[in-house]
Structures are given as C-alpha cells and as structure tokens.
C-alpha cells in the first residue's frame, strides 16, 4: 500500500485494540488506539485519521455520540461501528448518521480488514474524483506537444529513456515553452499513467499558504481551517505531481521538500504524525537555478534531488520549424471548439514564423486565439494581422526577407523557405561562417545545413 492509511481503533476492551491494531499494522496501515470516547476524539483533532473502528459502548460515551462528534466535525473520517449490543434499530441510527459499516462482535479480524479496506477505497476513489475535477478545471487547449524539430526530438528521446524510471526530472526554460505540456506527456508514457497527474504552479501561492497546499492540513490547523483537506501530494499518491516555478519555492519548504524526496513521508499542517507517498516529482523553473544555488536561495542537496533528469527546452526562436505545425493543429482545434472555418494564409503562417516571440508558445496561442475570434471564416490574410490588436506591444510584424511579397503570391512552402533562408543567412553571420557552429544554433546537423545552403545558392 503506497499510502498508509490512518486508522483508529476506540474500544474499551484494551487487548481487543491491541489486536486489531496490530493486524492492521501488518497489513500497512498506520494504526492508533483508544478506551474511551473523549481520548478517540482527541486523536483525531490530533492526528491524520481516515478511518474509525469505533465500539458502541464506551465508559464515557456511546459510541453514536462519538459518531456524531466525528461526522460533525470530520465529515471526511469514515467510521466502522463494531458491538456486542447489535439490533436493528442500532445499526439504522449508526447509518443514518453517516457510518460506513455496522459489524457485530466477535468479528473476523480478516473481516474487519476486509471493511477498513473498501472504507479506504473509498477515500481513494474521493480523492482522484477530486484530482480529476482539478485537472478537468485546469486543462487548457494551449497544453499539446506539437513538434518536428530536430532539439525537440532530442528531448523526447531523453524522456523516452527513463520514463519507466521513478527518476525525479528538473525541465528548465523560458516562460511559455511548453514545460507543462512536456510534464503531461512525461506522465503519460510513465508506468504511473494511469494514476493521478497533479500540478501546482509554486509561484502563483503565497508563502504562508504553499505548505498547506502541498502537505494539506488538519481542521483546526490555522484560523478558517474548518474541515480537514487533502494537499497536493496525497492527491497525487502513486501518481506523478509537477511542481512548476520551483525555483521561487521559499528555503523553509525546500528543507521540507527534501524530506519528503529522501523519507518518502509527509505531515499534514496541524498533524502530529508522517504520512508515506509515493509519488514521481516533476519540477520546473524558468531561473538560472545554479544561480540560485550559488547564491544560497536554493539549496544545493535539494537541487541534486531533483535534477536526476534535468533538460532545457529550447525556445520557441529556436525551433521555427516547429511554428507552422503548431499554427495549423491550433487553428483546426479553434474551428472545432467555436464552429468556424478559418485558415491562415501561406504569408500569415510565414510571417508568425519569422517572428521571434519572446513569450514562446504561449504567446503564439494566445495571439492565434485573438485573430481567430475576430474573424468570422475565410482566410487571414497577412495584412489583417498587423496592428495593436494581434501585438499590442507594437511588435513589427513585417516578414524578415519577404518584404517585397504581395499577398497570394507564394504558397506556403516558398514562403516558409524564404524564412528559412533569412534565418541561415543570420546564423552564419553570427558566427562568422564557421558552419559547424552556425548548424548548432540552428538545431540541425552540419550535413543538413550544407544541404540547405546549396540550395539557397
């Protein structure tokens, strides 16, 4: 079992505790006991219980009492009720106030394992429910791998590698490359695909909040902490969880970042007891986070942790070639959400091409999406996209080495050649003709670049 379950046994009869106890313990979960109603209730304030054994007579308290008390102020805990006194009427007050099961004494102990478990898979399945919801919430069409260059291959390929690895991975890059897309597509291909994917962006969360967010809490934690909840870890149990922005995580995390990655356990805010998880962590950063390191803003045996697999994802600049394909997958995926008809022109898809885009990806769909909602149908042509409107930064848009170009008259493929031999002739320059050095920055071998250049002569 990758997560131990907290499980409370309330009964007088002290041996009988002992024993349920230890059999549970056995079997991995992580077991507490208590004689009397008001020491029971105690320890789940106190502790991260999920499930309660809870006998129906007790020196100080009934047993319907304490489910009451639980049910009111731990709705999440699920409460098994367990007596020697079992009738009818008993079991419909134990289920009409929310117990998840009535078992007479003497009970099997594999019975009662056998209940505590389906209680468990019920939290489980609440749980990913939950996860679900958030992904459901989250997704965005902006988040597909859309590729044909040869560095975005490279990184595939590394991934490819270790996927069925539980190596932590460290993808480093500018905002809006696509690290978040890679982070899905990595758990997609792992062997944990099947079970939650979770991310959280550490930037966007105050500090004061992280940990909560991240470990969860128990009721009665913090000022407003009326119910106790899940953090993002225990949601994604058995799962992968994508830390992004890691590099802004505060130093007081880090050390308990680290804890979690070496111990595989946790503590929920307000709790007095560890947790064990076992998740697949994924981190990102748009820092230079050896600067960091150096610095003393990060920690140096963290980073160590979670760079593994560490990889840069080129920019968007970079990969032109991947541009046009990322263009017409996102159009056809617009025309499919708002029922249009919408095509780029052979010199639009040319232009966006030759544009560098400092906001990489995200700002490449994020303008598609802006031309295509003001446009009814048809096709955009390449003196529509220019203005405020499509590049409100005043971006000039005018196509590097195609200025002379009049709308219709190259087709898709002379254009983007165009582009491409503006680009070459600009690598070149940058290095002062050295084409080893150019085909480098080109991401393309040395072969391909002289193929190229004897065709531009």
């Not at 959280?200 to 940990?211: G, H, K, R, T």
Request: charged letters at 30%.
């Amino acid at each position: 079992m990758a997560y131990s379950f907290g499980i409370l046994t309330v009964d007088d009869e002290e041996d009988l505790c002992r024993i349920i106890s230890h059999k549970l313990k056995k079997s991995g979960f992580r077991t507490f006991q208590a004689i009397t109603g008001d020491a029971a209730l105690q320890i789940v304030k106190e502790e991260d219980i999920d499930v309660v054994i809870l006998d129906y007579m007790l020196p100080d308290l009934t047993g319907l009492e304490v489910l009451q008390k639980i049910k009111n102020e731990f709705p999440h805990v699920e409460v098994i009720m367990l007596t020697a006194y079992g009738n009818v009427e008993n079991a419909v007050d134990a289920m009409r106030l929310g117990a998840f099961d009535y078992l007479n004494k003497p009970s099997e102990l594999e019975l009662i394992k056998e209940i505590v478990g389906k209680a468990c898979d019920k939290k489980r399945l609440q749980l990913e429910n939950q996860v679900l919801k958030e992904q459901l919430a989250s997704t965005s069409d902006h988040e597909e791998l859309v590729f044909q260059s040869e560095k975005m291959k490279g990184v595939c390929e590394l991934f490819n590698k270790v996927k069925e690895t539980d190596a932590s991975i460290l993808i480093l890059g500018e905002s809006g490359v696509g690290k978040t897309a890679l982070s899905k597509w990595i758990h997609k291909i792992s062997q944990r695909k099947d079970k939650p994917f979770v991310s959280i962006n550490c930037a966007a969360i105050p500090d004061s909040l992280l940990e909560s967010e991240l470990f969860g809490y128990q009721k009665g934690a913090f000022t407003g902490a009326t119910e106790s909840r899940a953090g993002k870890f225990e949601a994604a149990d058995g799962g992968t969880i994508f830390l992004d922005e890691v590099g802004e995580m505060p130093l007081a995390m880090q050390a308990k970042m680290l804890h979690i990655i070496e111990e595989k356990t946790f503590m929920k805010l307000g709790s007095n007891s560890y947790r064990s998880v076992d998740v697949r962590i994924i981190t990102a950063t748009n820092k230079d986070i050896k600067k960091l390191v150096k610095e003393g803003q990060f920690r140096q045996d963290l980073y160590y942790r979670l760079n593994l697999v560490e990889i840069e994802v080129p920019p968007l600049r970079e990969r032109r070639e991947d541009i046009p394909y990322m263009i017409i997958n996102y159009i056809h995926k617009l025309n499919h959400k708002y029922g249009k008809q919408v095509q780029l022109s052979d010199e639009t898809i040319a232009m966006l091409t030759a544009h560098d885009w400092p906001g990489n990806i995200r700002e490449l769909l994020n303008m598609l999406e802006r031309m295509h909602i003001v446009h009814s149908s048809g096709m955009i042509h390449l003196h529509e996209v220019s203005g405020e409107l499509f590049f409100p930064q005043h971006v000039e848009t005018e196509l590097v080495g195609t200025r002379k170009m009049k709308s219709g008259q190259l087709n898709l493929q002379k254009a983007l050649e165009e582009v491409e031999e503006e680009i070459i002739s600009r690598a070149l320059e940058e290095v002062g003709g050295n084409q080893t050095k150019a085909a480098d920055l080109l991401g393309i071998s040395r072969h391909t670049l002289i193929y190229k250049m004897k065709k531009m002569r």
